[in-house]
């Protein structure tokens, strides 16, 4: 079995996001980290590989900067990457996203696609879907929990009240939600080995996209004007003189966060 | 190269100098997935563990899994990572505790280098494999109860007697000793010092515990006793004669050491330095009092020096350039570095920092024992003081 997984190159969150004034894109240092929601992806990937004798191809799509991330992913035991690397695609907003990796998923010839369900550092959450539609598949979502018996997917779907249970035929795409699975740490052999891996980068017109479906011209769409969140405001004071509780189970209650 | 102008502005008050900047990706690489390991599997721990004075066996084959154990050595299920990443993972472990790290260099250096160095190629078939998934624990037994910083006046002996050696004698303050499945024992013979590796389920050989330590409490400490331990010649280390033996292994495990050590400091700077920034006294943070700053800028001074130095001296035993008075120049100044450091986070942190609460009485305690095993302070500066005048000055 062949699986794909989607992940992404980040700045590192623990450092400042700068926009870019005119596109409102992030800006993209050199360096850049893999995202840490992207490990449950790699990691569920990683075990449905193990139990079938599959292999793992990560795919991303990565405009600037070094693999440190991608190295990071190998070095949890994927077999190599695809890394779309094309200063064409600056620009690209989600639709083109979903395209780029489609293409380079169908080159691949996977028989699931496995992807985290939004990334951290700017997102619009609809790129699986996005890649489903594109490539045919059935898309299951916001997966919980995973199996797979024969080519036949079931899969735990979170919604809000509790999950639903959802099943497919390969050839399909799941996107996975944190906890779904633990994550391992990558060895230090698999590090040492991740430079030997291959990672193939080609441009967008390796994979026979057009320069006018992928970059800004591509997507259809522009950031018109970006705007701070307003601050948050005060919140609400609870004077504690024995009841408060019963005051922030209300306040609980009415956020049905319980 | 064009010239650059100094950049105005302030630096992480974490990494002051940049020192992350030093690293390639495989070497950072290693080091964030250590500080995780450490973050998810020690630090929950540890303060238990201290108190309880118990070292969690159960993170060896978690360690093995991971690769840590004899990392830096090439096949036989080890890693093969350069000096410097060995060096960075003790960082980060002993930012943990310096009980793991002296599981990790004992384990690493001190068991599995003799017989990766020393050993047969079918020793190491046997054992590092093993050795390296954590399945196998070694011990190294060089002190004994009177054979301290002079191991060379050591009284336990092996005889040969038919084709088998018989060992004699006991060995003091091993680390792990008694969680051990097989020890690297030195012993004198009439070729001169040999290492022998031995099973701990062999006949005659017990090892007792050392309890009531106030240091090192998470990690076991034994004496090894050996009543005529009986084993064939294939359990004698083959390519070593001497005090060279057991001294290489120190040398790699100080190398360990004067890297593990700057973990230790930081941990008890980055808490000081949290704490200070929080500490109300007198309607202020006490941070904003210069008598605090100026500790705090001490132990951050001291904490990236010794990073430094170490990052210099592993980028040299990469190099192949190091040597052993080199190490003794590390281990020295590092330890009591970290030591200082230590007992200044100790009282920045007031009465919190006699607790457990906080990591910093726990790795000050420690600290002490880093400083005495693997050449004391006088030892190495009684090294060092030979590699400069050319007159040794130990007896
Ligand atoms: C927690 C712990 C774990 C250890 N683990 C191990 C282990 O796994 N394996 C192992 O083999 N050993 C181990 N050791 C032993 C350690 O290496 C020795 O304690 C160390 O070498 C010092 O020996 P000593 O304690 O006998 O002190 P001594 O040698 O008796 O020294 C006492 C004092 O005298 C000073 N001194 C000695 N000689 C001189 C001199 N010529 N000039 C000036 N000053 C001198 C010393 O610096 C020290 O201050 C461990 C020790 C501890 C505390």
Redesign the interface.
Same mark, same amino acid.
């Given at each position: 079995m062949k699986i794909a997984v989607c992940v992404k190159q980040i700045p590192d969150p623990a450092t400042p996001y700068a926009l870019d004034p005119i596109t409102h894109f992030v800006v993209r240092p050199a360096e850049q980290v893999l995202d840490d929601t992207d490990r449950y992806g790699i990691e569920l990937g990683l075990q449905l590989a193990e139990a079938s004798g599959g292999t793992v191809t990560l795919v991303s799509m990565s405009p600037v900067g070094?693999l440190?991330g991608i190295?990071?992913a190998l070095?949890m035991g994927a077999d190599k990457a695809v890394v779309v690397n094309d200063p064409a695609l600056r620009g690209s907003g989600a639709l083109v996203t979903a395209r780029v990796l489609a293409a380079a998923i169908a080159r691949e010839e996977a028989d699931l696609v496995i992807t985290g369900t939004e990334s951290t550092d700017g997102y619009a959450g609809v790129v699986p879907q996005m890649i489903a539609e594109l490539l045919d598949l059935p898309a299951l979502t916001f997966a919980r929990k995973v199996t797979l018996e024969g080519t036949t997917l079931k899969v735990e779907r979170q919604t809000a009240g509790g999950y639903d249970e959802v099943e497919a035929t390969l050839p399909a795409l799941i996107s996975v939600t944190s906890g779904a699975v633990e994550p391992r740490?990558?060895?230090? /052999?698999?590090?040492?080995q991740a /430079?030997q891996k291959p990672v193939d980068q080609p441009t967008a017109a390796d994979l026979g996209l057009e320069p006018a479906t992928v970059g800004a011209a591509g997507s259809g769409q522009v950031i018109s004007e970006v705007r701070p969140a307003p601050e948050r405001s005060g919140g609400v004071k609870i004077k504690d003189e024995g009841e408060a509780h019963l005051e922030i189970v209300k306040l609980l209650e009415r956020a049905k966060v319980i | 190269m064009s010239h650059q102008p100094v950049r105005p502005g302030r630096s992480d008050p974490k990494d002051f100098l940049a020192i992350d900047a030093l690293l390639d990706d495989d070497e950072r690489l290693i080091r964030d997935t250590v500080r995780e390991f450490v973050a998810d599997r020690i630090l929950p721990g540890i303060a238990d563990w201290f108190e309880a004075g118990r070292f969690p066996k159960e993170l060896a084959l978690e360690m093995g899994k991971l690769g840590l154990l004899g990392m830096h050595l090439d096949g036989y299920g080890c890693a093969g990572t350069s000096n410097v990443a060995y060096g960075l993972a003790c960082t980060e472990l002993e930012y943990g505790d310096s009980g793991t790290r002296s599981f990790v260099s004992v384990q690493g250096s001190l068991s599995m280098f003799p017989i990766h160095a020393f050993g047969s190629e079918e020793q190491k078939q046997e054992w590092l494999p093993r050795m390296a998934a954590g399945e196998v624990i070694g011990c190294f037994g060089l002190t004994e109860a009177d054979a301290g910083s002079d191991p060379s006046s050591m009284r336990t002996h092996a005889r040969r007697q038919g084709g088998d050696w018989v060992i004699n004698g006991s060995k003091m303050w091993i680390t792990s000793g008694g969680i051990a499945d097989v020890a690297i024992v030195w012993a004198q013979t009439d070729e001169g010092i040999r290492g022998f590796i031995v099973p701990t389920d062999t006949a005659g050989f017990v090892a007792n515990d050392i309890h009531h330590k106030m240091s090192l409490r998470a990690s076991v400490t034994s004496e090894l006793v050996l009543t005529d331990v009986r084993l064939p010649e294939s359990f004698m280390l083959p390519d070593v004669v001497g005090m060279k033996g057991p001294l290489s292994c120190l040398n790699e495990a100080r190398f360990g050491i004067l890297f593990g050590v700057m973990g230790a400091a930081r941990a008890c700077y980055e808490a000081a330095l949290d704490y200070a920034g929080t500490r109300i006294m007198f309607s202020k943070p006490i941070a904003s009092f210069q008598l605090i700053q100026r500790q705090l800028v001490e132990m951050m001074i001291a904490t990236n020096r010794g990073m430094l130095l170490a990052m210099h001296l592993g980028r040299m035993k990469d190099a192949g350039t190091l040597t052993s008075s080199h190490i003794s120049f590390g281990k020295l100044d590092n330890v009591r570095t970290a030591l200082e450091v230590s007992r200044t986070a100790r009282s920045v942190l007031g009465a919190n920092g006699i607790t457990l609460e906080y990591p910093v009485i726990r790795h000050m305690n420690n600290l002490e024992s880093v400083f005495t095993y693997e050449g004391t302070n006088e030892i190495h500066t009684l090294i060092l003081g030979q590699a400069i005048t050319g007159i040794p000055a130990f007896s």
């Open positions: 070094n440190q190295r990071q070095a740490y990558p060895t230090f /052999k698999g590090i040492m /430079k | -």
